[in-house]
Structures are given as C-alpha cells and as structure tokens.
C-alpha cells in the first residue's frame, strides 16, 4: 500500500522559510516522479512543484519560482520542498502526490505564513 507523510508545516512569518518533507513507502520510491500541490481555502488544487525519479528535472508553478526549491533523497525515500521567501498567500495545505498505478496523496500539512 502506497503510503505518503508530509511533515514540516507550520505558522511562519513573512519572509521566512520552512522545509516540507514527504516520506514514502509502499513502492520502488526511484522509479517514479514526485510533486508537491496545495490547496487553499476556497481554491483549487493548485501544482507547486515537480521532480523526476532521479531529480534531474524539475519544474515550478510561476508564483513560486525563485524561492521553492524541490529535492529528493531516494535512500531516505523522501521528497523535500524548500520554500524561502515565503509571502501570505503562499498560505495552504501542502501535499506530496505520485501516480503509481493512480494518484496517491498524503494527508496534507498545514503551512501559515503571517505576522
């Protein structure tokens, strides 16, 4: 059984950083692509960021460009994202999802950004 756990969340500042992990089990974690999405209240699910099953490529929602950064660690079967300069609407539930067989999500978790 796939088996997302984001953690990592938080109340921030603006300005200020925080660094989400996604822990994986269940499937042959290097084989498959990672992405991060979040969801505000009252919008969509909107994609943050991607990464490729061996990290080599990756891509990025506009809005996040220049300050999110995703990595991933496939012996520690993790998938990180690193969001810097973080701003109040950058504020949602942040959830790491892969396509094995059909999407799979984690729980979510909740990331805050105010003064």
């Known amino acids: 059984q796939v088996q997302l756990v984001e953690s990592g969340g938080g109340l921030v500042q603006p300005g200020g950083s925080l660094r989400l992990s996604c822990a994986a089990s269940?499937?042959?974690?290097?084989?498959?692509?990672m992405s991060w999405y979040r969801q505000a209240p009252g919008k969509e699910h909107e994609l943050v960021a991607g990464?490729?099953?061996?990290?080599?490529?990756?891509n990025y929602a506009d809005s996040v460009k220049g300050r999110f950064t995703i990595s991933r660690d496939n012996v520690k079967r993790t998938v990180y994202l690193q969001m810097n300069s973080l701003k109040p609407e950058d504020t949602a539930v942040y959830s790491c999802m892969t396509w094995v067989g059909r999407q799979w999500w984690g729980q979510g978790t909740q990331v805050t950004v105010s003064s």
């Open positions: 269940g499937f042959t974690f290097s084989m498959y692509a």
């Open positions: 990464i490729s099953n061996t990290g080599s490529s990756t």
